[in-house]
């Protein structure tokens, strides 16, 4: 588990294609490593990684298929700057919101123009997603957790203070760029929850629908 608290950028050194899948060097720089051990889990643009070796100055870690399909990794390339989170504690101050490293989805930057000394960001989601995404709710973009300041369908916007900017590679995104997505932990655990007994059966359709919330009374 994480915060979404980013804690340092890393440098994507290395791309090996392993078998159809992928192993990867990340480059932690001022990330300290003394207190990470193999099997330990960074989040590297959200993506929650298993260390599989320390040579020293950063990590290897496997790339499964899966992670493939659903992140921005097959995009990566050498030299690309990424965020960097070690697993949270029980001592970690918790300043973000609860993060799994769990993609849900890939995300496009569709505006970015500044507001003051901060810069204004609308991120468009899978289709699929925008039932997660509300008004001053919490989200995670390439692992750094934020906070909704608007919702349009699928479009969220969101202000970016210049810390967050400086500690980040928010500063780098431009309209096109690619994100990583992870919506609230708990607002998909409520939609689990809502379908009650009904969870057990296959519906094909993979969550609530309105034909669904009609029948029970929500719509």
Same mark, same amino acid.
């Given at each position: 588990?994480?915060?979404?608290?980013?804690?340092?950028?890393?440098?994507?050194?290395?791309?090996?294609?392993?078998?159809?899948?992928?192993?990867?060097?990340?480059?932690?720089?001022?990330?300290?490593?003394?207190?990470?051990?193999?099997?330990?889990?960074?989040?590297?643009?959200?993506?929650?990684?298993?260390?599989?070796?320390?040579?020293? +100055?950063?990590?290897?870690?496997?790339?499964?298929? #899966?992670?493939?399909?659903?992140?921005?990794?097959?995009?990566?390339?050498?030299?690309?700057?990424?965020?960097?989170?070690?697993?949270?504690?029980?001592?970690?101050?918790?300043?973000?919101?609860?993060?799994?490293?769990?993609? +849900?989805?890939?995300?496009?930057?569709?505006?970015?123009?500044?507001?003051?000394?901060?810069?204004?960001?609308?991120?468009?989601?899978?289709? #699929?997603?925008?039932?997660?995404?509300?008004?001053?709710?919490?989200?995670?973009?390439?692992?750094?957790?934020?906070?909704?300041?608007?919702?349009?369908?699928?479009?969220?916007?969101?202000?970016?203070?210049?810390?967050?900017?400086?500690?980040?590679?928010?500063?780098?995104?431009?309209?096109?760029?690619?994100?990583?997505?992870?919506?609230?932990?708990?607002?998909?655990?409520? #939609?689990?929850?809502?379908?009650?007994?009904?969870?057990?059966?296959?519906?094909?359709?993979?969550?609530?629908?309105?034909?669904?919330?009609?029948?029970?009374?929500?719509?």
């Amino acid at each position: 588990m994480f915060t979404g608290i980013i804690e340092a950028i890393g440098e994507v050194v290395a791309l090996q294609p392993q078998n159809g899948d992928l192993r990867l060097r990340i480059k932690t720089h001022h990330l300290n490593l003394a207190d990470v051990h193999l099997g330990d889990s960074i989040a590297t643009n959200g993506v929650c990684l298993t260390v599989v070796d320390l040579p020293g +100055d950063g990590y290897w870690a496997d790339v499964s298929r #899966e992670t493939l399909d659903n992140t921005t990794l097959p995009g990566w390339k050498l030299g690309q700057r990424v965020n960097l989170e070690k697993a949270l504690t029980p001592q970690t101050r918790l300043g973000g919101h609860i993060v799994s490293g769990h993609v +849900d989805g890939v995300g496009e930057v569709v505006k970015r123009f500044p507001d003051a000394r901060s810069e204004r960001f609308h991120i468009r989601a899978p289709k #699929e997603l925008a039932k997660y995404i509300a008004h001053k709710g919490s989200i995670t973009v390439d692992g750094t957790s934020l906070t909704v300041n608007k919702v349009d369908g699928a479009v969220f916007e969101l202000n970016i203070v210049p810390h967050t900017l400086q500690w980040t590679i928010m500063d780098t995104y431009q309209t096109g760029t690619n994100v990583n997505l992870e919506v609230d932990v708990l607002a998909r655990y409520l #939609e689990r929850l809502m379908l009650g007994d009904k969870a057990a059966e296959s519906s094909g359709q993979g969550g609530i629908t309105l034909e669904f919330l009609t029948k029970n009374g929500f719509a």
